[in-house]
Nanobody, 125 residues
Protein backbone atom coordinates (compact mmCIF):
# COMPACT_ATOMS: atom_id res chain seq x y z
CA UNK A 1 0.00 0.00 0.00
CA UNK A 2 1.21 3.48 -0.88
CA UNK A 3 -0.42 6.72 0.20
CA UNK A 4 0.06 9.90 -1.80
CA UNK A 5 -0.72 13.40 -0.61
CA UNK A 6 -0.45 16.39 -2.94
CA UNK A 7 0.03 19.96 -1.83
CA UNK A 8 0.98 23.34 -3.22
CA UNK A 9 -1.83 24.09 -5.63
CA UNK A 10 -3.40 27.51 -5.85
CA UNK A 11 -4.23 30.51 -7.99
CA UNK A 12 -1.59 32.16 -10.15
CA UNK A 13 -1.60 34.62 -13.00
CA UNK A 14 -0.64 33.61 -16.51
CA UNK A 15 3.11 33.63 -16.91
CA UNK A 16 3.65 32.86 -13.25
CA UNK A 17 5.08 29.84 -11.49
CA UNK A 18 3.86 27.29 -9.00
CA UNK A 19 5.30 24.16 -7.45
CA UNK A 20 3.18 21.23 -6.40
CA UNK A 21 4.44 18.42 -4.21
CA UNK A 22 3.47 14.81 -3.65
CA UNK A 23 4.49 13.08 -0.44
CA UNK A 24 4.50 9.29 -0.54
CA UNK A 25 4.30 6.92 2.40
CA UNK A 26 4.04 3.17 2.86
CA UNK A 27 5.79 0.81 0.45
CA UNK A 28 7.79 3.56 -1.21
CA UNK A 29 10.80 1.34 -1.88
CA UNK A 30 8.64 -0.66 -4.28
CA UNK A 31 7.68 2.32 -6.42
CA UNK A 32 8.92 2.10 -9.99
CA UNK A 33 7.73 5.38 -11.43
CA UNK A 34 5.87 8.44 -10.18
CA UNK A 35 3.66 10.44 -12.49
CA UNK A 36 1.72 13.67 -12.56
CA UNK A 37 -1.60 13.84 -14.37
CA UNK A 38 -4.17 16.59 -14.63
CA UNK A 39 -7.86 16.81 -15.31
CA UNK A 40 -9.73 19.91 -16.37
CA UNK A 41 -13.53 20.19 -16.11
CA UNK A 42 -15.22 18.22 -18.86
CA UNK A 43 -11.96 16.70 -20.06
CA UNK A 44 -10.23 13.39 -19.63
CA UNK A 45 -7.32 12.95 -17.28
CA UNK A 46 -4.10 13.59 -19.17
CA UNK A 47 -0.46 12.79 -18.60
CA UNK A 48 1.81 15.65 -17.58
CA UNK A 49 5.15 14.22 -16.45
CA UNK A 50 6.77 11.18 -14.87
CA UNK A 51 10.00 10.28 -13.14
CA UNK A 52 11.59 6.93 -12.38
CA UNK A 53 11.90 6.51 -8.63
CA UNK A 54 15.32 4.91 -9.02
CA UNK A 55 17.57 6.48 -11.62
CA UNK A 56 15.57 9.65 -12.11
CA UNK A 57 14.75 9.45 -15.82
CA UNK A 58 12.07 11.97 -16.66
CA UNK A 59 9.30 12.13 -19.24
CA UNK A 60 7.04 14.99 -20.28
CA UNK A 61 3.94 15.66 -22.30
CA UNK A 62 4.65 17.87 -25.30
CA UNK A 63 2.28 20.51 -23.95
CA UNK A 64 4.46 21.13 -20.88
CA UNK A 65 7.93 20.35 -22.17
CA UNK A 66 10.29 23.24 -21.49
CA UNK A 67 7.91 24.80 -18.94
CA UNK A 68 7.45 22.09 -16.29
CA UNK A 69 10.10 20.16 -14.42
CA UNK A 70 9.51 16.99 -12.44
CA UNK A 71 11.95 15.96 -9.74
CA UNK A 72 12.09 13.64 -6.78
CA UNK A 73 13.72 13.57 -3.38
CA UNK A 74 14.01 9.93 -2.39
CA UNK A 75 15.15 10.80 1.12
CA UNK A 76 11.90 12.69 1.66
CA UNK A 77 9.77 10.33 -0.46
CA UNK A 78 8.51 13.37 -2.29
CA UNK A 79 7.99 14.23 -5.95
CA UNK A 80 7.77 17.80 -7.15
CA UNK A 81 6.35 19.44 -10.24
CA UNK A 82 7.76 22.89 -10.86
CA UNK A 83 5.50 24.75 -13.27
CA UNK A 84 6.76 27.88 -15.00
CA UNK A 85 5.28 30.10 -17.69
CA UNK A 86 1.84 28.92 -16.71
CA UNK A 87 -1.04 29.35 -19.13
CA UNK A 88 -4.80 29.43 -18.51
CA UNK A 89 -5.05 26.07 -20.27
CA UNK A 90 -2.90 24.56 -17.49
CA UNK A 91 -5.85 25.04 -15.14
CA UNK A 92 -6.84 21.64 -13.77
CA UNK A 93 -6.78 19.37 -10.78
CA UNK A 94 -3.32 17.87 -10.61
CA UNK A 95 -2.91 14.31 -9.38
CA UNK A 96 0.20 12.36 -8.55
CA UNK A 97 0.29 8.63 -9.03
CA UNK A 98 2.58 5.68 -8.33
CA UNK A 99 3.26 2.70 -10.58
CA UNK A 100 4.63 -0.28 -8.69
CA UNK A 101 5.81 -2.38 -11.62
CA UNK A 102 8.07 -2.00 -14.62
CA UNK A 103 6.44 -0.50 -17.67
CA UNK A 104 7.26 1.84 -20.49
CA UNK A 105 3.66 3.08 -20.53
CA UNK A 106 4.30 5.93 -18.13
CA UNK A 107 1.75 8.16 -19.88
CA UNK A 108 -1.13 5.71 -19.40
CA UNK A 109 -3.21 6.49 -16.34
CA UNK A 110 -4.55 2.94 -16.10
CA UNK A 111 -1.01 1.69 -15.44
CA UNK A 112 -0.77 3.44 -12.10
CA UNK A 113 -1.65 1.65 -8.91
CA UNK A 114 -2.09 4.47 -6.42
CA UNK A 115 -3.38 8.01 -6.70
CA UNK A 116 -3.44 11.08 -4.55
CA UNK A 117 -6.53 13.14 -3.88
CA UNK A 118 -5.51 15.94 -6.24
CA UNK A 119 -4.69 19.61 -5.85
CA UNK A 120 -6.32 22.45 -7.78
CA UNK A 121 -4.19 24.69 -9.96
CA UNK A 122 -5.91 27.72 -11.43
CA UNK A 123 -4.19 30.05 -13.89
CA UNK A 124 -5.92 33.35 -14.52
CA UNK A 125 -5.51 35.31 -17.74
Amino acid sequence: QVELVESGGGLVQAGGSLRVSCAASGRTLAIYIMGWFRQAPGKEREFVAAVRWSGGSTYYADSVKGRFTISRDNAKNTVYLQMNSLKPEDTAVYYCAADMSYSSMYATAARYDYWGQGTQVTVSS
